[in-house]
Structure formats: structure tokens, C-alpha cells
């Protein structure tokens, strides 16, 4: 099962999240606590993408589970395998909630340049290299991003582990999957797949300066809506099981922070749409919403909805590699 990843800052106003370290809080500002909670890594990126005409199949039997997470992994094999020419603009919104999830204030806006990267050299086998999301920042709240700008602990970090990873053949024993039903998603006939962790694993809790990594393998579940035809993968959503609390090191409860803090609600759910490319010409089926809503409890209750919006997708033909 794929890990949740949280980033999360203490000692920093927590409804405006370009205010600079050390600076006071805009008046009007709600402020729940000295604890800012970040982004679900999750939630970041290209995802499946797969021609939508000439590979059509025809469906498994009904409940012939394996054959169908079978033909999910190869369209997603065959995807990963050119995602990299491809190129998307990705537009995040960070916007602090009340209890009533009413927005407090105005978001934080972020622009990305966005790729997949998948290279099975690195590994020597493609059922065991683990594709990734590489993003640069183009700008923030509307202005170019400089390089020595410091991003926020609630930014998307410039790579992540790519979503649908879990669904490569080489995962599927990570997860439990099980059939949900038959549907029908923008006039296509869908299979649902539900799944969650095969079992709970430790946590991974990796402070930094103001920032903290939180990755909790097989603590979620979620749903999973697949073009009965192309096997495509059309929406997935996701949740945190329960909620987890951990420590804060005592430095940082020293600076003022709750000794002890619990992330109590994170969900996604990601929609994908088809997007139309020439030379070669074909259609490809890419992200084209993210939303995550979050709930981090501290020193008092921070709630957060985030929205990744993807455009101006395009392809890069060169030998080249974009670092980053």
C-alpha cells in the first residue's frame, strides 16, 4: 500500500502561508495554534494515461478480479513507459478552513512545471522501478518564483512518489482489492475496485527546520474507477483509516509547540479526462482535478483544502532531462 505523506510546520501563522518565518499574523488571521499542518504528497501530479482508441478488450468475467488488476497494471506499464515526453502546468490553491469549511483568508497560489519520471534502468526491471512526479515552481502567488525562495511546509515538494504507482503488477500484493460494482462515469461503463493496506506498517516521521515528513503505509483506503473497456483508470479516491497521533521532539515543544499532534481527517479524490496530442496523434487520458481536504489537531485545529488544477499538457521530443 502507498504511503500517506503529511509536511507539517510548527511556529508559523496558520491561515497565511507566505507570511516568512519570525513574522507576526495578519490581522483577521485565525489562529488555531504554534503547529502548521502541509500537503498530502499523494495528491501530486501525472497519473495513467493511456491510448483511448485502438486497445479495447473485452471485459473480465464478473468477479474475475486478478484478470482485471492484470490488464489495469499493462496499461499502466505501457503508459509509464512514454509519460516522460509529456509536460503539464500545475496550478495549486492552499486554502485554510474554518470548522464549517468555509474559506479563512485568501489561498496560497502556486504554479508547476509537471513530469513523470520512470526509469526501469535504474532498477533493471520495469516491474520494479517506482515512477515519480518532478515539479518546479514557476511562480508564487502571482509573481515568478526566485530561486532562494522558501517554500512552505504545506508546498508540493519537488518529487513525490506518482499515485497510481500501487497499481503496477509488481505492488498489487501490497494492497487488498475487491470488486464494488458496476457503474457508469461520463456516459462509460466503470468497474469499481475498492482496496486497502494489507496491514498497518511503522511510521516514518523525519523532522526538518520548521517541516515534518509523516509517511504511514497501509493505513488507507479508497476506490478506484476503471473504464470497463480501456482499462483506464478514470477517479480514484482516498482516505486515511482512523486518525494517528505522534511526538513532537522536545525542541520543538519548547519553542511553544503541543507536545503531541494528531492528523484526524485526510482525503483525495483525483479525476482524469482525456487530453487530444499530434505527431504522434493519439488521445491520452491525464489528471485534470486533485482535490485534498485535511485536518491536523495541536495546539489547536488547523484544517486545509487543496486543489491541483492541470493544463497546457505538451510534449518535450529531446534526449535531454529536466533536473531539478
Known amino acids: 500500500m502507498r504511503a500517506l505523506r503529511w509536511f507539517f510546520g510548527h511556529n508559523a501563522p496558520s491561515c497565511e502561508h507566505s507570511t516568512p518565518r519570525g513574522a507576526r499574523a495578519q490581522a483577521g488571521c485565525s489562529q488555531v495554534g504554534p503547529v502548521r499542518l502541509g500537503r498530502l504528497i499523494w495528491a501530486a501530479g501525472l497519473a495513467l494515461g493511456v491510448a483511448a482508441s485502438g486497445a479495447a478488450q473485452a471485459p473480465p468475467p464478473a468477479g474475475d478480479l486478478a484478470e482485471a488488476l492484470l490488464r489495469v497494471g499493462r496499461r499502466l506499464e505501457q503508459w509509464y513507459s512514454r509519460a516522460q515526453t509529456v509536460v503539464s502546468t500545475e496550478t495549486v490553491w492552499i486554502q485554510p478552513l ?19 519520471a520512470w526509469d526501469p534502468e535504474e532498477t533493471g526491471s520495469a516491474r520494479t522501478s517506482r515512477p515519480s512526479v518532478l515539479r518546479q515552481v514557476l511562480s508564487v502567488n502571482g509573481r515568478p518564483a ?12 519537488p518529487v513525490s512518489p506518482e499515485p497510481l504507482g500501487i497499481l503496477l503488477p509488481a505492488r498489487l500484493s501490497e494492497s ?10 461520463d456516459g462509460r461503463r466503470t468497474l469499481l475496485l475498492d482496496y486497502r493496506g494489507r496491514a ?77 496530442f499530434d505527431d504522434p496523434s493519439e488521445i491520452l487520458l491525464l489528471p485534470h482535478a486533485i482535490d485534498t481536504i485535511t485536518v491536523l489537531r495541536g495546539s489547536g485545529v488547523q484544517r ?18 529536466l533536473l531539478y
Do not use: H, N
Open 146 to 157: 526566485r530561486g532562494e525562495e522558501d517554500p512552505g511546509c504545506v508546498d508540493p515538494k
Open 176 to 185: 487488498e482489492f475487491s470488486f464494488a460494482g458496476v457503474g457508469r462515469t
Open 200 to 276: 498497518a506498517q511503522p511510521p516514518d516521521i523525519i523532522w526538518a527546520d520548521e517541516c515534518v515528513t509523516v509517511s504511514l503505509p497501509g493505513r488507507s483506503r479508497g476506490r478506484i474507477w476503471i473504464d470497463a473497456e480501456t482499462y483506464d483508470v478514470l477517479r480514484m479516491d482516498d482516505r486515511l483509516v482512523g486518525s494517528f497521533e505522534f511526538d513532537v521532539p522536545r525542541e520543538y515543544v519548547q519553542r511553544g509547540a503541543a507536545p503531541r499532534m494528531a492528523v484526524e481527517r485526510a482525503e483525495s479524490s483525483i479525476r482524469y479526462r482525456p487530453v487530444r
Open 304 to 321: 486545509y483544502r487543496i486543489s491541483q488544477r492541470f493544463s497546457g499538457y505538451r510534449r518535450f521530443l529531446t534526449d535531454g532531462r
Open 98 to 116: 474554518r470548522a464549517d469549511l468555509t474559506p479563512v483568508d485568501l489561498p496560497r497560489r502556486l504554479a508547476y512545471e509537471l513530469r513523470v
